[in-house]
């Protein structure tokens, strides 16, 4: 009899070994559920929470430009003299033709087109990939970033505009001899006539005005969302003890944790907000950084570091984040 209780308490110690080993204490010695195993641990995908900045920029409200200054041309007076009916002798005959007399000289009117400016277009949406937790799983949503400051650009230089402007003329009957007469010389007969001419053409002055910037804040993605690994508390959903504590942790911060003792959707959206702002990775899974500061009691199998792995997915930059503005 004795040789048969001796072997039943090293069989009880034996099964007692190896639940230690592959899946935590007996309930005798862990029914807190603050006991874990190495099986109690895995890898878990967590994103990283995006870092924003506020940067000061110089906004550009009027761009370097060149403005365009008009002279127009000058004017003045000249005087000609012109022949109706030639000298001739008497007794000569004339032929009538009609001759085009020039009373305004030809010349260009110029004129200064300013320039053009618009808004500078930002290609693409402002802004930034955020990971939250909805319903126990991690999904991921576009956040808008404020619009960037209005930054004007030059869409069209200042330019000249030019009308040529053709001679004045004037038609007037004019005498020619057809054939000359034998008496007596008649002198010629003439008219003069005012001429508007140009004494200096249009010119162009060309001035440089300088850029007008004003400071402005602009928020930008500083670092974006990545995917990484993380160790995590797999076996949470078989531990009621464990779950009640971290619901305890939850309350303590003002957070509804759900029907306690029990790992639903509602605690895991909970636990992972809150684990968020403390570890800056959203998982829904709790995190052995966070178990650890929030449970500090517990017991965790040696070589559990509670560090997170690299990146799984290399941080995309926001293609919009920092553009528009130069």
């Known amino acids: 009899m004795r040789l048969a209780g001796l072997l039943i308490a090293l069989l009880l110690g034996a099964v007692a070994a190896f639940q230690s080993i592959v899946g935590g204490a007996p309930p005798s010695e862990a029914d807190d559920g603050l ?3 190495a099986s109690d641990i895995c890898a878990v995908d967590a994103a990283t929470v995006p870092v924003l900045a506020t940067e000061t920029r110089d906004i550009v409200t009027t761009p370097a430009h060149r403005m365009l200054t008009v002279t127009p041309a000058v004017f003045g007076t ?32 110029l004129r200064a087109i300013p320039p053009v400016f618009d808004i500078e277009l930002v290609v693409g949406s402002r802004g930034v990939t955020r990971y939250r937790v909805t319903g126990g799983a991690l999904v991921a949503e576009m956040e808008s970033l ?26 007037m009957q004019i005498h020619a001899i057809d054939q000359n007469g034998r008496g007596a010389v008649v002198p010629a007969e003439t008219v003069e006539i005012e001429v508007r001419s140009v004494e200096e053409q249009p010119a162009v002055a060309t001035t440089d005005i300088a850029a007008v910037t004003e400071p402005a804040q602009v928020v930008v993605v500083e670092t974006p ?8 508390v797999c076996s949470i959903a078989e531990r009621a003890p464990l779950i009640r504590h971290v619901q305890a942790a939850l309350t303590a911060r003002g957070i509804e944790a759900g029907t306690p003792g029990e790992w639903t959707p509602a605690t895991i959206d909970a636990l992972a907000a809150a684990q968020a702002e403390d570890t800056g990775l959203v998982a829904p899974a709790l995190l052995v950084r966070t178990l650890r500061a929030w449970v500090p009691q517990v017991a965790l199998p040696a070589g559990t570091t509670g560090t997170q792995g690299a990146k799984k997915i290399a941080a995309r930059a926001e293609p919009s984040s920092r553009t528009g503005v130069n």
Do not use: C, W, Y
């Open 78 to 109: 000249r005087t000609e003299t012109v022949t109706v009916v030639p000298e001739h002798r008497h007794g000569a005959t004339f032929a009538e033709e009609e001759k085009r007399i020039i009373v305004s000289d030809p010349t260009r009117r």
């Open 35 to 37: 006991t874990l195993a």
């Open 146 to 171: 404020p619009e960037l400051p209005d930054n004007r650009i030059v869409i069209s230089e200042a330019r000249i505009q030019a009308v040529r402007v053709n001679a004045g003329l004037r038609m």
């Open 225 to 232: 969302a990545g995917m990484v690994e993380a160790e995590a």
